[in-house]
């Protein structure tokens, strides 16, 4: 077992929100990154550059460019050329400036909830109507997207389809199958997709992510592709993220709506980005491994423990969407949780209608902290059983 994610670092000032939101004798397993020290490859490129001492501003980041080519080729098999890519400090800034980018009036936006709670905003932001195609789930309550529903919707005026895939909460890696229906579906309406694969690094064995441009020439002109080095390598922080847009009027468009609004890319973010995308990979590997570990011992857990609880295995993402509805509350879980059991979670109504009931755990933490958060839950839970 990897060693280096079991050491315990204090990050209480450490300007994080995760740990700095709540009080001290909460234990915060909400927002999405991951209490460890980013990759040792990382970690030496910030420090020669910190030694260099100078942070005056960053221009076009060349070779970043190049390592991210080179990457999505070697990963997915997708050829993307360099002038593809537009850097932007954030994934949430990335699919907002998309929807600026194609709004019209009385078109409309996307999303499939339960979703990642920034989603919901953006239709709003960009003058757009926001369209929901709720994602259901089937008997063994594993989420799949509902395509007649996605149909009907897509036809209304439809401009902008903002996708989540790894999906933020649920933790599905969309199957190319489901991949390939999407792609018939917006390509035959016309439709702009967004897709916003933040979490594209983060999968489990038995899965492979797949991103929605790399399947269909067709498609990569019509696709905003999102990704970052952020989740994977824990360096959110650091503000440093790209679009990858083939189509160079999109591009030109994508750019236009950017304008005085976000400007160069972070310095320490871009040294950080091609350190670890360089050197990452044996991390990554064995961050795989620890949080494959967690987000069994979760389930195992919940199953023998809280079997009021209900839970399925996300096959990407470190973030577990835990199903509350059947366990007797008579308050929201998120309430209940952090006022009973002192530990935060995010709650589940904030990300759709159809998440009330629910709670997002984020298991991105030392086994300690997993086992601390399992045993305030269980015992609080035990409390109201009698
Ligand atoms: C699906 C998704 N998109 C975007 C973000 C945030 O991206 P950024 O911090 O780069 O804005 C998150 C963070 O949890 C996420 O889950």
Redesign the pocket.
Known sequence: MPKIFDREIDRHNSDSIKWNLYDKDILPMW??DMDYASPPGVLQALHSRIEHGVFGYAGDPKELRQVIVNRLIEKYNWQIKAEDIVFTP??????NIAAHAVTEPEGALLIQPPV?P?FFKTAGYAGLRNLENPLVQDENGVYGIDFSDLEEKISQQTKLFLL?NPH?PVGRVFSREELERIVEICLRNDVIVCS?E??CDLVYHGFKHLPLASLDPEIAQKTIT?M?P??TYNI?GL?C?FAVIQNKDLRDQYNKAMKGITGNTNMLGITAAIAAYQSGQPWLEDLMIYLEENRNHLKATIERDMPQIRMNSPEG?YLAWLDCRYAGLTENPYDFFLKKALVAFNNGESFGAQGKGFVRMNFGCTKAKLNEALERMKKALDKISG
């Open positions: 927002v999405a954030g994934v949430v800034v990335g699919f990642y920034p989540c933020n916003d933040i979490h999102l970052a952020s989740k959110a503000d993220s993402t």
